[in-house]
């Protein structure tokens, strides 16, 4: 089993900034890929970034140029720093362990999860 633990969510005003951890423990998935997804109110959890054992990454184009995934791999941990932030970001920021090779966009069902943090932007 897996556990991933979240920290570093939080209220912050528009423009600023955050970084999120992720630390995983347990039977992990050394050589496998690492995301972010959020979940804003009434809508569905949606892939933010995502980044492979090799450093392979991807974003969703609301991010780009704004957050900055990174990992690493002696700590079995995940970061997410968030510049520049929207009140649109707001949402509860979740970890993934998905044990595949490239990081894509989609959820499977025998990915794990964290438990999730708050990251809430005002205007």
């Known amino acids: 089993q897996v556990q991933l633990v979240e920290s570093g969510g939080g209220l912050v005003q528009a423009g600023g900034s955050l970084r999120l951890s992720c630390a995983a423990s347990?039977?992990?998935?050394?050589?496998?890929?690492m995301r972010w997804f959020r979940q804003a109110p009434g809508k569905e959890r949606d892939f933010v970034a995502g980044?492979?054992?090799?450093?392979?990454?991807l974003y969703t184009n609301s991010v780009k140029g704004r957050f900055t995934i990174s990992r690493d791999n002696a700590k079995n941990t995940v970061y997410l720093q968030m510049n520049s932030l929207k009140p649109e970001d707001t949402a509860v920021y979740y970890c993934n362990e998905h044990p595949g090779a490239v990081p894509t966009m989609i959820q499977y069902d025998y990915d794990y999860w964290g438990q999730g943090t708050q990251v809430t932007v005002s205007s």
């Open positions: 980044i492979s054992w090799s450093g392979s990454i």
């Open positions: 347990g039977r992990t998935s050394n050589n496998g890929v």
